[in-house]
């Protein structure tokens, strides 16, 4: 069965440092996300991407935040100076491009996230 | 504007019991729900989902939920309660509609509900 898959699944890092979270969606989606969960809080959307283009971002993503695909198959999300609060779960996930009429393809399917540590 | 509340943070149920766990949704449009589980160490796993057809919905592992649209509920239930289904349950919604394609699927998650299954 097809799943998305994350690297490195834990990342500890110094504050200050740029990390880059990695992440293979399903071979043939077309949206791709990153969502974090700091402990004890809830789940929260980061940023969507589409068509090499962020499509939508929270106020979470800050210039300090960056995505990209870099060559078809990967999906990176980069810190570039990490803070202390950037230490979360984060998730990636894909999903079939949404077609208002189909709503089989809005399942999002998610990885087993990367937990950072800014230490 | 789209929002999801979990009554319960935490439910501890005896193995062989039925569970109940609880969603409420506020959406300014029509909503997909889901509810998603996540084992330790694992990813986020779609449970089941609602988007518009039947309003009582059958997931996996004989979990399933009630679209309520007088209520804005989105309950999650099970008859019998196994010792796998120690886990965090997340209850997410979606926006639908032609307005939104550009978006993908942007998913808001609720705060979660730890489930611990005693023998």
């Known amino acids: 069965e097809p799943e998305v898959t994350q690297t490195p699944s834990h990342q500890v890092t110094q504050m200050g440092q740029e990390v880059i979270l990695r992440c293979v969606p399903i071979?043939?989606?077309?949206?791709f996300y990153w969502y974090r969960q700091i402990l004890g809080q809830k789940v929260e959307f980061l940023v969507s991407f589409y068509n090499n283009e962020i499509s939508e971002k929270s106020e979470i993503f800050d210039d300090q935040f960056s995505v990209e695909r870099p060559d078809g198959s990967n999906f990176t999300l980069k810190i570039r100076s990490t803070k202390l609060e950037d230490s979360a779960m984060y998730f990636c996930a894909s999903s079939e491009r949404f077609l208002e009429n189909n709503p089989l393809n809005t399942e999002a399917f998610f990885g087993q996230g990367t937990r950072l540590t800014v230490v | 504007a789209q929002s999801v509340t979990q009554l319960d943070s935490h439910v501890s149920v005896s193995e062989g019991t039925p569970v109940l766990l609880r969603c409420n949704y506020s959406?300014?449009?029509?909503?997909?729900l889901f509810w998603y589980v996540q084992h330790p160490n694992k990813g986020l796993q779609l449970l089941l989902k609602y988007t518009s057809a039947a309003t009582l919905v059958k997931g996996i592992n004989g979990f399933e939920a009630e679209f309520k649209k007088s209520e804005t509920s989105f309950h999650l239930t099970k008859p019998s309660a196994h010792m796998s289904d120690a886990a965090e349950y997340f209850c997410?919604?979606?926006?639908?509609?032609?307005?939104?394609?550009?978006?993908?699927?942007?998913?808001?998650f609720g705060g979660g509900t730890r489930v611990l299954v005693k023998p």
């Open positions: 997410v919604v979606s926006l639908r509609g032609p307005w939104i394609k550009a978006a993908g699927n942007k998913l808001t």
């Open positions: 071979s043939n989606h077309l949206y």
């Open positions: 959406s300014s449009y029509s909503p997909s």
